[in-house]
């Protein structure tokens, strides 16, 4: 029996589901999730001592590739001088200023400790500016596992969400609407009728959780202007883009400006951290300033932010993303034209260091799209790359990441490996 199984079947008697994270569980692929020992630059190494080409890089924050000397080094440093005060440190000030630095609109910011924390405190900093408590979210997006976030959408768009999890309030539910993603008209037609009760809207600009769609020309252009002409917060959850689509995130390749950015993963660079901030105005009204409250024992945690300040220091080097996206691209075309030798139809986007590769014939730029794909040639491709040291994400629903340490080798071996996998599936 191989080491994994084995250690699932062990944690599965202490911890819930044996993971920490549902997603881990390769519950949408089946099979036994794979348990690692360790890792360095694009490379895993399971229990086993088996070796695979990690393309999820921890879900997004290894962006400069497992145990990036720099990082590794600056975190031994802060080590040495204590885990964590529950006070301010100068480091705090810096990782904020440098943060600033790739998202300018980001007037003020407080860190935290997680997306979801991020996302929770920026729609609650927006209902206690607007004095509204109606958000809208949109279908497929996905911002965490705050209550208010995890609602689906009810009969219709129009009509108040539903919880997507029990737990969550019916009566907090109805206050989250949903609106299909890249649908400009059902927007509009949500701001008219209701518009001067929307506290704020929070968008994935560029979505990674109903896999990696970019937003049509002028979506979220359009969406700015409503938000402007009802007295919306517009929110970009940033979580997984940030720092990664682009040196300055979907802000930057869209030019669009919201009025809070969520952030985190790669802005830990592997450490637990979170952030978000924007508007000065919107900011001065969290606690202590106003009266909106938000609080965390560890945020800003002097060890986190020196990770994540190496980790900042390593993606701002001359050409980074210049190499990072042609890797990248370099990766998708490779994989979608073995695919086509094959016959099987794929679809490939990308941008900077992150991919989206669908079962489908056509372009997919909407959530309902991605749940036409063929999900179960996905499986089957997911567990005949993983057989050979490719490890991709255990659902077709997840983008996909490369790093800076992934070499041209690296993903010529993964379209091997692929061009195996599309004949045998
Ligand atoms: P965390 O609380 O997991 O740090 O961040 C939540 C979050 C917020 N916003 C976006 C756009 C996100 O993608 C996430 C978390 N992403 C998932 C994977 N798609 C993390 C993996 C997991 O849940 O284990």
Request: charged residues 20%; proline residues 5%.
């Amino acid at each position: 029996m191989n080491q994994s199984k084995k250690l699932f079947e062990q944690a599965s008697r202490s911890i819930a589901g044996g993971v920490n994270s549902p997603v881990r569980a390769f519950r949408a692929v089946g099979g036994n999730p794979v348990f690692f020992s360790h890792a360095k630059g694009p490379y895993l190494y399971d229990a086993d001592g088996k070796e695979y080409i990690d393309y999820i890089g921890s879900w997004g924050p290894m962006i400069a590739g497992h145990a990036n000397p720099k990082v590794i080094n600056a975190v031994h440093e802060a080590i040495k001088n204590g885990l964590s005060f529950g006070a301010p440190t100068a480091i705090e000030t810096e990782m904020a200023e440098r943060v600033k630095s790739f998202f300018p609109t980001m007037q003020k910011l407080r860190f935290c400790s997680s997306g979801t924390e991020a996302t929770m405190s920026a729609i609650r900093l927006a209902r206690g500016f607007t004095n509204r408590d109606t958000i809208v979210k949109f279908e497929g997006c996905y911002h965490g596992h705050s209550d208010s976030l995890l609602v689906k959408a009810g009969s219709g768009a129009l009509t108040f969400g539903i919880p997507s999890s029990p737990g969550v309030p019916v009566d907090l539910a109805k206050h989250t609407l949903n609106l299909p993603f890249n649908d400009l008209d059902a927007a509009e037609a949500l701001f008219k009728d209701k518009g001067e009760s929307l506290a704020c809207l929070i968008i994935e600009p560029i979505t990674g959780n109903m896999n990696m769609i970019l937003p049509k020309s002028g979506y979220l252009e359009g969406l700015r202007k409503l938000c402007d002409q009802h007295g919306s917060v517009m929110i970009f959850d940033e979580v997984m883009t940030g720092f990664r689509v682009a040196k300055g995130g979907a802000t930057e390749l869209t030019g669009v400006k919201p009025d809070l950015i969520c952030l985190g993963k790669i802005i830990g660079g592997g450490m637990p951290v979170g952030a978000f901030g924007g508007r000065d105005d919107i900011m001065d009204m969290l606690a202590p300033n106003g009266p909106v409250y938000q609080a965390g024992t560890l945020s800003g945690n002097p060890v986190a932010m020196a990770a994540g300040l190496a980790t900042l220091d390593v993606i701002a080097m001359p050409g980074f993303y210049e190499s990072l996206s042609e890797i990248t691209a370099s990766f998708s075309k490779g994989m979608v034209t073995a695919a086509e030798k094959a016959g099987v139809a794929m679809q490939g986007v990308c941008r900077g260091g992150m991919f989206g590769l669908f079962f489908a014939d056509q372009p997919v730029n909407t959530f309902a799209a991605v749940t036409g794909c063929d999900e179960e040639i996905f499986k089957r491709f997911f567990h005949q790359m993983l057989d050979r040291g490719i490890y991709l994400a255990p659902s077709m629903y997840e983008a996909g990441f490369v790093s800076s340490a992934h070499t041209k080798d690296d993903i010529e071996r993964t379209i091997d490996a692929a061009q195996l996998s599309f004949a045998s599936l």
